[in-house]
T-cell receptor, first 114, second 113 residues
Framework: DGGITQSPKYLFRKEGQNVTLSCEQN?????MYWYRQDPGQGLRLIYY???????QKGDIAEGYSVSREKKESFPLTVTSAQKNPTAFYLC?????????????FGPGTRLTVL | GDSVTQMEGPVTLSEEAFLTINCTYT??????LFWYVQYPGEGLQLLLK?????DKGSNKGFEATYRKETTSFHLEKGSVQVSDSAVYFC????????????FGKGTMLLVSP
């Protein structure tokens, strides 16, 4: 079955450590996205990528980094520069980057920084 | 910039009641509009969408009509079930070149037996 895999589902890290969240899709989608979800805040866009080896900052990119070396993979690194990293992180993909394209979401990773 | 405003929750209903969750938007041009649903601890699932004015999206008994004149996309269901309890997100995707989704803050729906 096609879909998006995010691992792990729960992640715990100590303050000051970098951590990388995995996102893999087998939908053959060109575009991929990372969102952060906080209670009562809805979803906020961190980074997005239209094609391999290209990505753009979203609304809250500070303290995060990404790479897009393969079409199916879009890992997100939460760096020690991110002041409040505890949140639910959602990865998504879409067939293309056009306005009518709906996004398909993964199950999410809940990151807790102790 | 683009924005989406949803009614605050939680919305609490009894099973078989009528549901309306209000959504209004601000955007340049004619965006596409979406409703997503999120069950506890999970990612978002597309519920329905509409791409132009007066389009009606529908799925699983839920409906929403794209109203350009009122810039609204209200979600409705005639008879809710306990299994509909979830958080519902309204979103838009702009049409100015490449665009991403802009989400509302979500509305929690709680349905009791």
């Amino acid at each position: 079955d096609g879909g998006i895999t995010q691992s792990p589902k729960y992640l715990f890290r100590k303050e000051g450590q970098n951590v990388t969240l995995s996102c893999e899709q087998n939908l053959n989608h060109d575009a991929m996205y990372w969102y952060r979800q906080d209670p009562g805040q809805g979803l906020r866009l961190i980074y997005y990528s239209q094609i391999v080896n290209d990505f753009q900052k979203g609304d809250i990119a500070e303290g995060y980094s990404v790479s897009r070396e393969k079409k199916e993979s879009f890992p997100l690194t939460v760096t020690s520069a991110q002041k409040n990293p505890t949140a639910f992180y959602l990865c998504a993909s879409s067939r293309a980057a056009g306005g009518n394209e709906w996004q398909f979401f993964g199950p999410g990773t809940r990151l807790t920084v102790l | 910039g683009d924005s989406v405003t949803q009614m605050e929750g939680p919305v609490t209903l009894s099973e078989e009641a009528f549901l309306t969750i209000n959504c209004t938007y601000t955007a340049t041009g004619y965006p596409s509009l979406f409703w997503y649903v999120q069950y506890p601890g999970e990612g978002l699932q597309l519920l329905l969408k509409a791409t132009k004015a007066d389009d009606k999206g529908s799925n699983k008994g839920f409906e929403a009509t794209y109203r350009k004149e009122t810039t609204s996309f209200h979600l409705e269901k005639g008879s809710v079930q306990v299994s509909d309890s979830a958080v519902y997100f309204c979103a838009l995707s702009g049409v100015l070149g490449y665009s991403t989704l802009t989400f509302g803050k979500g509305t929690m729906l709680l349905v009791s037996p």
